[in-house]
């Protein structure tokens, strides 16, 4: 495997149900992101892991639990989810100062 | 207001136009911009990146900033139908090894036979 992988690609859960989104990185980078992609609305930044170590929470519902275990896995816990929550679920890794991210192909996640 | 303003398009071209797609943001703190390049149910793929002002080419792509005007351009020669995908802009300042970036919502292109 190469890049950023991202599993399931693809799911459907109701509002009561758990699931996790698994990401995992293969570049040797020490910084992980979270972001969301609706429609019409720019990616949004919802968490970031330094080191494996969460320097930043955008502000995001407790609905959403992120894990970070080591540098090159990541993980998005949720649970009791609205259906405006449906959206594309973007994993990134970056090392640089810059911030340039290299992204997963994403999670297309239905809250029914 | 936005930090970085973007048209959302559509823009529609015939294949071998030349292609210019902006955004400008407000914060002038920003230091490193990129293009990225997002086909239908992918995720965005790294384009180009500049830090500060200045060209940079690759290929058939250039990125332009004037850190000034607070404008980046992305200009695309010789479009092909492969072309066809929305270009999202994104910048950051450099806080560490986890900078954030800021994203406009994307160009969708469409190049035409």
């Known amino acids: 495997e190469t890049g950023v992988t991202q599993t399931p690609r693809h799911l459907v859960m109701g509002m009561t149900n758990k699931k996790s989104l698994k990401c995992e990185q293969h570049?040797?980078?020490?910084?992980m992101y979270w972001y969301k992609q609706s429609a019409k609305k720019p990616l949004e930044l919802m968490f970031v892991?330094?080191?494996?170590?969460?320097?930043e929470n955008n502000s995001v519902p407790s609905r959403f639990s992120p894990e970070c275990p080591n540098s090159s896995h990541l993980f998005l816990h949720l649970h009791t989810l609205q259906p405006e929550d449906s959206a594309l679920y973007l994993c990134?890794?970056?090392?640089?100062?810059?911030?340039?991210?290299?992204f997963g192909p994403g999670t297309r996640l239905t809250v029914l | 207001q936005k930090e970085v303003e973007q048209d959302p398009g559509p823009l529609s071209v015939p294949e071998g136009a030349i292609v210019s797609l902006n955004c400008t943001y407000s914060?002038?703190?920003?230091?490193?911009f990129m293009w990225y390049r997002q086909y239908s149910r992918k995720g965005p793929e790294l384009l180009m990146y500049?830090?500060?002002?200045g060209n940079k080419e690759d290929g058939r792509f250039t990125a332009q900033v004037d850190k000034s005007s607070k404008y980046i351009s992305l200009f695309i020669r010789d479009s092909q139908p492969s072309d066809s995908a929305t270009y999202l802009c994104?910048?950051?300042?450099?806080?560490?090894?986890?900078?954030?970036?800021?994203f406009g919502t994307g160009t969708r292109l469409q190049v035409t036979l």
């Open positions: 990134a890794s970056s090392q640089d100062g810059s911030g340039r991210g290299f």
């Open positions: 570049l040797g980078h020490n910084a």
């Open positions: 892991y330094s080191l494996e170590e969460r320097v």
């Open positions: 914060n002038s703190a920003f230091q490193y």
């Open positions: 500049t830090y500060s002002s």
């Open positions: 994104a910048m950051s300042k450099n806080t560490g090894t986890a900078s954030k970036l800021t």
